[in-house]
């Protein structure tokens, strides 16, 4: 099978596109022919040798964990009824970057009927962290929620996840087309944070998504009114914004992590895909890539130009 191979750590241009053996799904094992491949900025620290948590694995190794496609065969222990589903699902953390993946029957997620492949791809990791980010903020409604990185995977449908609640959503991202792009969404309001004073556009607010940490974090930290919530999910910046407790106890503000359990996680991907069958949240994917273009698709998302989700098109001719 054609796969992408991250030989050693450094620039997307390790990422180099070349034979591999084809997986064989053992006990409790499907094979999925992968159409399309989930790519993260996560995984772009992860090749660079860079990434928030250590690594369990060293190249060579085929990166990449969420892939979307068709469980073509399946091991011991397994339905064989499975055999042709459309299905997402996490690879473990590696092998997603490829033709076929073998992965754990345990961790399939049938795709709705209605709702496209690569939306659902789009959703795999964006989606479940959406839904637990807006349950940990307990959003009221008419309460007014900052979401930075509002025009990314996670930011575009926390937009749309608050507004649902009934939230102003006021949407903090970085150049003309991103908020444009969250305003389409239907962000009631939109700041460019790279512009000097954006904070000060804003006005108080009630809930902080807080996807970039850094400066854009503690900016954002000193809108929250008394009762305030920040709820942290991502690090785009590359620096957590390291906010002491006792500044967020002084203002009654209270600074969330999310954390939940597997069964938790599972619910909220299962909610995702479902309210995208039904029509009520929109992925948004930005940018698409052949399996051999997949150098130059993190090459997009490090250069900070890329809108929404960024997906490998394993079956797309170079």
Do not use: C
């Amino acid at each position: 099978m054609r796969a992408v191979w991250l030989r050693e750590f450094g620039g997307p241009e390790v990422l180099v596109a070349g034979d591999a053996p084809d997986p064989v799904p053992g006990e409790g094992r499907v094979l999925v022919e992968v159409e399309f491949a989930n790519i993260t900025f996560v995984e772009t620290q992860i090749r660079s040798g860079t990434g928030p948590m250590p690594v369990r694995w060293e190249p060579p190794v085929i990166p990449g964990n969420g892939v979307g496609g068709v469980v073509a065969a399946v091991g011991d222990g397994v339905d064989v009824a499975l055999v042709g589903r459309r299905v997402v699902t996490s690879t473990g953390g590696t092998g997603g970057y490829a033709q076929k993946a073998a992965v754990d029957a345990k961790g399939l997620f049938e795709v709705p009927d209605g709702l496209a492949l690569d939306d659902a791809v789009a959703l795999l990791a964006d989606g479940r962290t959406a839904v637990m980010m807006t349950r940990a903020a307990q959003i009221r409604e008419g309460e007014r929620v900052l979401v930075e990185a509002a025009a990314g995977g996670v930011g575009s449908l926390l937009v749309q996840l608050a507004k649902a609640r009934g939230a102003t959503v006021v949407a903090a991202a970085g150049g003309a087309r991103k908020t444009e792009s969250a305003t389409r969404l239907g962000a009631d309001e939109a700041v460019d944070y790279g512009e000097p004073g954006w904070a000060g556009k804003t006005g108080p607010v009630d809930v902080v998504f807080d996807g970039v940490g850094g400066d854009v974090a503690r900016e954002a930290f000193g809108l929250l009114r008394e009762g305030g919530r920040m709820v942290s999910f991502g690090l785009a910046s590359g620096e957590e914004a390291n906010i002491p407790e006792e500044d967020a106890r002084e203002r009654g503000v209270t600074l969330v992590w999310p954390k939940a359990t597997p069964e938790e996680l599972r619910e909220f991907t299962e909610h995702a895909l479902r309210e995208a069958a039904a029509g009520r949240l929109t992925p948004v994917i930005g940018q698409r890539f052949p399996l051999d273009g997949a150098a130059d698709a993190h090459a997009a998302i490090e250069a900070r130009g890329t809108v929404g989700k960024t997906l490998l098109e394993v079956s797309r001719p170079s």
